[in-house]
């Protein structure tokens, strides 16, 4: 069946760094764009940055632009966000979705925290 599996999030202080990978299995997952959402308490969920199938276009929410980085890994079935110079409000439930013009899904996310 399909899933999509986050993982890499946890605490960092500001200013550190985390790498967050989204493993995909049961659909062929170099025919889907990919991206990464996040939803912080009391917020709605907001795109945070996307790629295309093949990996050669991408597109960043303003907040994040410079500082986090998406690729993919299509021989591994993967998507990952780096995410740099991390500030308090990025703190939020990270998630993975892939997208094509006939299907959705979703993976369970992943908590980062950014605290002192």
């Known amino acids: 069946q399909v899933q999509l599996v986050e993982s890499g999030g946890g605490l960092v202080q500001p200013g550190g760094s985390l790498r967050l990978s989204c493993a995909a299995s049961g659909f062929t997952f170099s025919t889907y764009a990919m991206s990464w959402h996040r939803q912080a308490p009391g917020k709605e969920r907001e795109l945070v940055a996307s790629?295309?199938?093949?990996?050669?276009?991408?597109n960043y929410a303003d907040p994040v632009k410079g500082r986090f980085t998406i690729s993919r890994d299509n021989a591994k079935n993967t998507v990952y966000l780096q995410m740099n110079s991390l500030k308090p409000e990025d703190t939020a439930v990270y998630y993975c979705?892939?997208?094509?013009?006939?299907?959705?899904?979703w993976g369970q996310g992943t908590q980062v925290t950014v605290s002192s």
């Open positions: 790629i295309s199938s093949a990996g050669g276009s991408k």
């Open positions: 979705n892939a997208l094509r013009y006939d299907s959705s899904y």
